[in-house]
């Protein structure tokens, strides 16, 4: 095993990666006690719906180039500057069009202007928020200085809405606006630090780097997109079939397993740049996959549960009760999920993106299919049970297509 997989070089960075998330999810988590407590669960309903539709955007303009970038400045370090080009003009391209489109639609669907405006500031804040430089960061084995500006912007963000309660400044709009400027100051200071790490960074543009992404990046994007609607379409559809406060309850059990994602996603943030470095170790071998993953899962897994159960319970009203019952679902949900970003890695960089297409496609359409129960019986504990069955089935999937590419 090279010096790359020492368990020092591993666990360092994990404990580092650990400890920033954990102190940027507390601030957030925060922010979401004292949002929720000042808007209400219709108010926070609305803004939790947006965030996650600025979530679908995001996936689709940067992070399904996470995984192509992070092996094409590993594979081709030479070409840093050409491909960190196609990263910026792609993904800023999409997300402004998205932005534009998304600013339309809130005009003609939100019931009132004030809701449209907090919508569209979203939207336009979200454009930034696509072309964070962190694929750049993993692939030069130092992902730790991404997290530490996210975790200095969150207690920024923290601080900011403290103050907005003191002042009985509370809105809808200001929320938007708080969201907007640390995606923006987010992306700004990450490029900033990049550029002052790699001081040879220039724009260069090159046809050969765009036709070689323009290859990948349809399959990633489709990935990317399907592979978050079985954790991120409850809300939506608690919107539309249920009403605002199932939307906003559902958003409670879903925030928590995006955190418990993020923080398994860590592991990810160190072991598969590694991967691209170490291309003929399979990932059953970097992980003892059969049971040291699973299992460091269940634990994070029951540290979330336990941790958000306890702080729903004391620190929220008992109008978020009814999340309680969700927990446990999106959470075993959020796991298979982040078991199946490990396995997809392993064909991405075989250049086996259609095979990720085709799952992701079919996983993602019969989640959609089976979700509309809740239009005939309008409980959101089924939206929950879904995500469950369509994340596994994802996996198995993965897993097996992985296997045979090992095989191969």
């Known amino acids: 095993m090279s010096e790359l997989w020492t368990f020092r070089s591993v666990a360092n960075q994990l404990t580092q990666l650990f400890s920033l998330t954990i ?22 309903g609305w803004l939790a719906f947006a965030l996650c539709v600025q979530g679908y955007f995001i996936n689709i303009a940067s992070s399904s180039m996470r995984s192509v970038i992070l092996d094409r400045v590993v594979r081709y370090p030479d070409r840093f500057n050409e491909t960190w080009t196609v990263y910026v003009v792609l993904s800023a391209t999409i997300g402004g069009a998205l932005a534009i489109a998304c600013c339309a639609a809130s005009i003609v669907w939100c019931e009132s202007i004030l809701i449209a405006t907090a919508y569209s500031i979203l939207a336009l804040g979200s454009i ?28 920024g ?12 400044s509370v809105s809808l709009i200001w929320a938007s606006i708080l969201f907007a400027a640390k995606w923006t100051a987010t992306s700004i200071v990450q490029t900033v630090i990049l550029w002052r790490n790699v001081p040879t960074l220039r724009f260069a543009i090159s046809r050969q780097e765009i036709l070689a992404l323009a290859h990948s990046i349809p399959h990633q994007a489709i990935f990317a997109v399907m592979c978050a609607i079985p954790v991120t379409s409850g809300v939506l559809f608690a919107q539309f079939a249920i009403g605002t406060r199932e939307a906003g309850l559902m958003s409670m059990a879903t925030m928590v397993q995006q955190v418990f994602v993020l923080l398994s996603v ?6 598969q740049p590694r991967m691209a470095n170490s291309k003929a170790i399979q990932v059953s071998e970097l992980l003892d996959y059969n049971w040291r993953f699973p299992v460091f899962l269940l634990v994070l897994g029951g540290a979330a549960w336990l941790s958000s159960s306890v702080v729903v319970l004391f620190f929220f009203s008992s109008d978020y009760r009814p999340c309680l ?9 959020g796991g298979i999920t982040s078991a199946s970003y490990m396995a997809s890695f392993r064909l991405t960089i075989s250049k086996r993106e259609s095979d990720l297409t085709w799952i992701a496609l079919g996983v993602g359409a019969m989640h959609l299919l089976a979700s509309c129960v809740v239009f005939v019986f309008p409980r959101i504990e089924y939206l929950a049970l879904c995500s469950v069955v369509s994340s596994t089935l994802s996996l198995v ?12």
Request: glycine content about 6%; some cysteine; charged content about 10%.
């Open 266 to 271: 860590q592991l990810h943030r160190i072991v």
């Open 157 to 168: 963000i923290l601080t900011a809405v403290f103050c907005l309660i003191e002042l009985s």
């Open 128 to 155: 930034a928020n696509s072309f964070v430089p962190i694929p750049f960061f993993e692939a030069r084995l130092n992902p730790v200085l991404p997290v530490r500006v996210s975790a200095a912007l969150d207690l």
């Open 325 to 333: 019952g969700l927990l446990p679902w999106t959470i075993l949900a």
């Open 397 to 408: 999937l993965l897993i097996r297509a992985e296997r045979s590419c090992g095989a191969s």
């Open 23 to 44: 102190v940027s999810q507390a601030c957030m988590m925060g922010v979401t006690l004292l949002l929720t407590q000042s808007l209400g669960p219709v108010g926070w």
